[in-house]
């Protein structure tokens, strides 16, 4: 069975996200919260790395899908620029 989460404070058991800004931060951050008496329990980043990952990656194959067709379109130009020659 596993155990709860509970405030250090209030010992209550529901939390919440707030954004806080810190001073000196690069990034914007979130406070996980006890909903009743508003104590940090602990700091989570703003944005959701595993998300932005995915992103990039997608966006990276995307271009190598990109790249693959110029490749192509070049070797075709190469090609026909040859049969010119002779």
Same mark, same amino acid.
């Given at each position: 069975?596993?155990?709860?989460?509970?405030?250090?404070?209030?010992? &209550?058991?529901?939390? #919440?996200? $707030? @954004?806080?800004?810190?001073?000196?931060?690069?990034?914007?951050?979130?406070? *996980?919260?006890?909903t009743s008496c508003q104590t940090p329990i602990g700091v989570t980043?703003?944005?959701?790395? &595993?998300?932005?990952? #995915?992103? $990039? @990656?997608?966006?990276?194959?995307?271009?190598?899908?990109?790249?693959?067709? *110029?490749?192509?379109?070049?070797?075709?130009?190469?090609?026909?620029l040859q049969s010119l020659r002779r």
């Open positions: 069975m596993f155990g709860s989460t509970k405030c250090g404070k209030c010992e &209550g058991a529901a939390f #919440k996200l $707030q @954004e806080v800004n810190v001073n000196g931060a690069a990034y914007r951050m979130y406070a *996980i919260q006890c980043e703003y944005f959701d790395n &595993g998300s932005l990952l #995915k992103k $990039q @990656e997608k966006a990276i194959a995307d271009l190598g899908q990109k790249i693959s067709h *110029i490749e192509n379109a070049v070797n075709q130009i190469a090609y026909a």
